[in-house]
């Protein structure tokens, strides 16, 4: 199964792709998690993307495409996986796209996270305190939510045209809002 998780910054996308993807049983993949994990070791990879990361900005479609393609052929996603954070404009969607048929497959759902934008700043706020990520001061958070409005927002668009957008309210307590999506997604095979 073949799954995406899309809604702004702040909006527990992470929080709720890794109870989703433990339920079906599939990697849950995220582009930020895998940027900071390079950033940490000092990679190529990583020494590229935090400038842009640093910045609230994206770092280039090309640098970012290579690495989900790369992270999709391991085996543990063979059998499907949940994207966390990508794709995040119309040349990764395109892309995506591309990866997804050239193995045979579809891209089941997409699951829409719905917030209010205030109550997400606070949100980001409050991360920045726990995890002191560096891209969480209000500047690079305006930035992002900016960035989200511009260029990620018109793909919901995108795949409601192709029905397979699943829209559900963020608000409200962590499992009240996995509840909500389990019961979005009742209909996908566990596996
Ligand atoms: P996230 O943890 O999803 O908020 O991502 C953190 C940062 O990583 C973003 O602000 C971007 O700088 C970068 N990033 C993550 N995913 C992507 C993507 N799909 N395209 C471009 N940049 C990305």
Redo the contacts with the bound molecule.
């Keep these: 199964m073949r799954l995406i998780i899309m809604g702004p910054?702040g909006a527990g996308k992470?929080t709720q792709a890794k109870f989703i993807a433990e339920h079906f049983g599939i990697p849950a993949i995220?582009?930020?998690?895998i940027?900071?994990a390079n950033v940490s070791e000092g990679t190529p990879l990583g020494i590229e993307?935090k400038r842009?990361?640093d910045a609230?900005?994206?770092?280039p479609?090309e640098v970012?495409n290579k690495m989900v393609r790369n992270r999709i052929d391991e085996k543990d996603a063979e059998r499907g996986f949940l994207l966390?954070?990508?794709?995040?404009?119309v040349a990764?969607v395109e892309e995506l796209d591309g990866m997804i048929a050239f193995t045979g497959h579809q891209l089941d759902a997409v699951l829409v996270l719905t917030v209010d934008q205030d109550e997400i700043v606070n949100r980001l706020l409050q991360r920045a305190q726990v995890e002191g990520r560096a891209?969480d001061t209000e500047d690079v958070i305006r930035r992002?939510q900016e960035l989200y409005v511009q260029e990620t927002e018109p793909l919901i668009e995108v795949y409601r045209d192709r029905s397979i957008c699943r829209e559900v309210d963020g608000m409200g307590e962590v499992d009240e809002v996995t509840q909500r999506i389990f019961e979005a997604l009742d209909d996908m095979p566990e596996s």
């Design positions: 910054p992470g995220s582009t930020g998690d940027f900071r993307a842009f990361m609230g900005e994206y770092v479609d970012t966390d954070g990508y794709p995040r404009t990764q891209d992002r």
